[in-house]
């Protein structure tokens, strides 16, 4: 069985730092994909970041370039992300999402809440 289980959220002031983990299991991880979303109040779901299976290629949205990172860690089946300049607007759920490939439904993870205020 497939579960993502996403940790590390809580309550930041603006300009801090938060590291988000997600530990995977129930698939072969290190053959998957991995993807950190945010969905804020009243907003749709976004892709935040992207790590490929191999090589560790990664794409970011244009709104965290610079302050995120990305990472994964094969050994222990987990995906990080780095959140560094913490703005209000990064004020999410934030979610991790497995990639399957383009003939299998990818999986969710429960989310874990960003809040970042003064």
């Known amino acids: 069985q497939v579960q993502l289980v996403e940790s590390g959220g809580g309550l930041v002031q603006p300009g801090g730092s938060l590291r988000l983990s997600c530990a995977a299991s129930?698939?072969?991880?290190?053959?998957?994909?991995m993807s950190w979303y945010r969905q804020a109040p009243g907003k749709e779901r976004e892709l935040v970041a992207y790590i490929s299976s191999v090589g560790g290629r990664t794409k970011y949205a244009d709104s965290v370039k610079g302050r995120f990172t990305i990472s994964r860690d094969n050994r222990r089946n987990t995906v990080y992300l780095q959140m560094n300049s913490l703005k209000p607007e990064d004020t999410a759920v934030y979610y991790c999402?497995?990639?399957?490939?383009?003939?299998?439904?990818?999986?969710w993870g429960q989310g874990t809440q960003v809040t970042v205020s003064s």
């Open positions: 129930g698939f072969t991880f290190s053959s998957s994909a």
């Open positions: 999402y497995a990639d399957f490939g383009p003939r299998t439904v990818g999986s």
